[in-house]
């Protein structure tokens, strides 16, 4: 837990999880380890300089003050429902630069009535075709920082499929066999990407349908890179996003 002080002076650079206030909430379907991944996840930023606050429910997005007070939305709530209130005060606080970071249906499959909150994802899960299956992941921006240094990898988990926003960078894909379906053969699908909202920095990982997924070093590590990033929002200045992909 943190004291809810102003937020005073902020170390980057080399560690930028340092001194952030960070709100996890944690919780929705239980298939996705909801607290198994809060106690993979909390300990490390812990141990970057992170103060982490700690919810089962996102209703504490329509607390005014907690919000008013931290850097990092990390979120794993699969499905679930979110009053009106508590995800205007998500969005509001993301719009004016508070970062948030999160992966597979935690992030990217929550609150599915909520049309605005998925606008703010950028991209939407709708399936995984034939369930736990092998699959490849390829690095497709090997400059940002995010991304910068990983090999492609293999994956034995949820290939997920999902609706995206043609206005986030993508930095990881993942290609379809046509096995599960043979209309989406050969199609291409983003895995990682980071976009804004408002002022506030959104990475997304469709990686990790298990706490056990995040032993793949590279799903773990961009995990971990996406969440930095994400941390900085508030501190570094806005970058442009729109590089139409349709002319
Ligand atoms: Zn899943």
Redesign the pocket.
């Known amino acids: 837990m943190f004291l809810l002080s102003p937020v005073s002076c902020q170390v980057q650079g080399a560690e930028p999880l340092k001194g952030k206030k960070v709100l996890f909430i944690y919780g929705g379907w239980e298939?996705?380890q909801p607290e198994a991944c809060r106690d993979l996840l909390v300990p490390w930023m812990e141990s970057e300089g992170a103060e982490v606050v700690v919810y089962d429910t996102p209703e504490c997005y329509s607390n005014e003050s907690l919000m008013s007070k931290i850097d990092l939305v990390v979120q794993i709530y699969t499905q679930g429902r979110i009053s009106g209130e508590a995800e205007r005060g998500l969005l509001e606080a993301i719009k004016r630069g508070v970062g948030i970071a999160g992966w597979?249906?935690g992030l990217g499959d929550a609150f599915r009535q909520n049309t605005e909150y998925q606008f703010m994802v950028g991209g939407q899960w709708v399936a995984?075709p034939g369930g736990i299956i092998p699959y490849d992941v390829k690095i497709t921006d090997k400059k940002d920082p995010i991304t910068k240094g990983l090999k492609d990898f293999h994956m034995h988990s949820?290939q997920y499929y999902v609706h995206i926003d043609p206005n986030i960078k993508v930095l990881a894909t993942t290609k379809y066999t046509g096995e599960h379906g043979f209309w989406i053969e050969g199609a291409v699908v983003p895995v990682v990407w980071k976009k804004t909202y408002g002022k506030g920095r959104v990475f997304y990982s469709s990686l990790a349908?298990v706490v056990k997924d995040f032993d793949v070093p590279e799903a773990l590590e961009i995990m971990k890179r996406g969440i930095r990033w994400a941390s900085l929002s508030l501190y570094e200045p806005n970058e442009k996003w729109v590089t139409p992909v349709y002319k």
């Open positions: 298939g996705h597979h249906g995984h949820e349908h």
